[in-house]
């Protein structure tokens, strides 16, 4: 069965870094577009960034642009979102997504940006 886990929060202050890693099994990894989301807390989930099967980031949101990388291993089956100058606002549960036929959902990995 298809399973995501999510991998690398905590908690950090401003202008640090994470690197965010989701470690997937059951499926054929490398055909699938993998994406980034979060949900911070009395908000609606959103979309992080997007990676095509081959490498290609899309979908990054307006605001994480240059701040974020979305990035896949596809000999490891894992994605990664390397997170730089992380602000209060990036803080928030992230999730790990991958849509096959419906959209699978790792359990989420807590990230808080608290000086």
């Known amino acids: 069965q298809v399973q995501l886990v999510e991998s690398g929060g905590g908690l950090v202050q401003p202008g640090e870094s994470l690197r965010l890693s989701c470690a997937a099994s059951?499926?054929?990894?490398?055909?699938?577009?993998m994406s980034w989301y979060r949900q911070a807390p009395g908000k609606e989930r959103e979309l992080v960034a997007r990676i095509t099967t081959t490498g290609g980031s899309i979908n990054t949101a307006d605001s994480v642009k240059g701040r974020f990388t979305i990035s896949r291993d596809n000999a490891k089956n894992t994605v990664y979102l390397q997170m730089n100058s992380l602000k209060p606002e990036d803080t928030a549960v992230y999730y790990c997504n991958a849509r096959i036929i419906r959209d699978y959902w790792g359990p989420g990995t807590q990230v808080t940006v608290s000086s």
């Open positions: 059951g499926f054929t990894f490398s055909r699938y577009l």
